[in-house]
């Protein structure tokens, strides 16, 4: 029998599970989401209260907003997080205090912006970056060349950067780390073809630009130890381009994520804009967090339009689910195929902070559906 979790609560999803070193109370995450609230880079008090709003609401793990790892050119944002200097820390080290004490585990999103110069986000307006930005090749799109390729010591500063920001996160008593490996940003310019025409040992077929972020990976582990959770975020997609591929193909896709396994990468976090959506044109209806999970033996976790009361590009909810909450079904129908791990909410999270207790309580009619003004405040 097809069960309905928007009126009648399934356990999957509100059962504990053991992902390697992770111990969660449940499956639910809460994704990444530039919120933009920390001048100087510093998240204060108000940060702090809104993490663990989401930890009291019932997530098993929380992934903060991106943070800039320890390099002059990873932000394109003065009130976005860093993940370096003492003051940042140790704010970051209140928020993820208070996040364990309300039940939850929590990662730090590490993030490089590389050639996205310019930002638009909920309080501020547009955001040029004060330094000179990198990126593989100088190309931001199909044809817009704004910079110049990066030197290989360019390269291994970076590289560097995130392997600094990872031991952070180990001793101020993260429960592992994220690499943003998608949307476009430093590391997934390097393996994108449009943005990434370098003819050395980072540049040319997918497998040579996949070795940026190999490298990335490699750097992380060798500095945090084979025990500390390693998760890596990707896409398809780009915001230079939303119709961008990486892979064509689950073999291309497998030429992808093998060496990041290899690497030291143990969870994946499969970006899609609507998760139900089929990611390869073949027989199969499976994910993209489906496919990852079938190629490389690793838990995956299924992102895109979760628990959304609205497409917010009117391109249409899941096929035969109710808009809002009942979209939530295929989701269960996946789960049960054994398409992923654990799921990811975004947007569905930023006006209801304790969604995930709300959905296993059966008080559906208390979810605020999403509106853009909810952006405005940090709450």
């Not at 994946?268 to 993209?288: G, K, V």
């Amino acid at each position: 029998m097809q069960v309905d979790i928007a009126t009648e609560p399934t356990d999957d999803f509100f059962e504990p599970v053991t992902l390697g070193a992770l111990e969660l109370r449940n499956r639910w995450v809460m994704a990444p989401m530039t919120r933009a609230f920390s001048p100087n880079g510093v998240p204060g008090m108000n940060v702090r209260r809104y993490y663990e709003r989401r930890a009291r609401g019932g997530v098993g793990l929380i992934i903060t907003e991106g943070t800039f790892v320890p390099h002059a050119a990873a932000s394109n944002n003065g009130n976005v997080p860093n993940f370096h200097g003492a003051e940042a820390l140790a704010g970051w080290k209140a928020v993820v205090d208070a996040v364990h004490a309300a039940g939850s585990l929590m990662v730090p999103q590490l993030w490089h912006v590389g050639l996205i110069q310019k930002r638009i986000v909920s309080n501020i307006s547009l955001v040029v970056a004060e330094h000179p930005q990198v990126s593989p090749s100088g190309y931001l799109g199909a044809s817009e060349r704004v910079g110049e390729a990066m030197s290989i010591p360019d390269i291994e500063a970076v590289i560097l950067a995130f392997g600094e920001a990872a031991t952070s996160a180990r001793e101020l008593g993260f429960d592992g780390i994220e690499i943003h490996g998608a949307h476009g940003y430093l590391i997934d310019q390097f393996f994108w073809a449009t943005t990434n025409r370098r003819s050395d040992a980072f540049g040319g077929d997918l497998a040579t630009r996949s070795r940026f972020a190999t490298e990335v990976v490699r750097e992380c582990r060798r500095r945090v130890g084979p025990e500390f959770p390693i998760i890596f975020r990707f896409s398809q997609w780009k915001q230079q381009d939303y119709t961008a591929r990486l892979a064509n193909s689950p073999q291309e896709l497998e030429t992808v994520l093998a060496p990041l396994v290899k690497a030291g990468v143990d969870i994946f976090h499969c970006s899609q804009r609507r998760y139900w959506h089929p990611e390869f044109p073949d027989d199969s209806s499976m994910s993209l967090a489906g496919w990852t999970r079938r190629i490389t033996g690793k838990p995956s976790i299924i992102v895109g339009s979760v628990g959304l009361d609205k497409d917010l590009s009117a391109a249409g909810f899941a096929p035969g689910a109710k808009a809002g909450w009942a979209s939530l079904v295929p989701l269960q129908q996946m789960f049960q195929r054994g398409e992923f791990d654990l799921v990811a909410l975004g947007r569905a999270l930023i006006g209801n902070p304790e969604w995930c207790e709300l959905i296993r309580s059966g008080q559906i009619h208390r979810i605020r559906g999403y509106s853009q003004d909810f952006l405005g405040e940090l709450d």
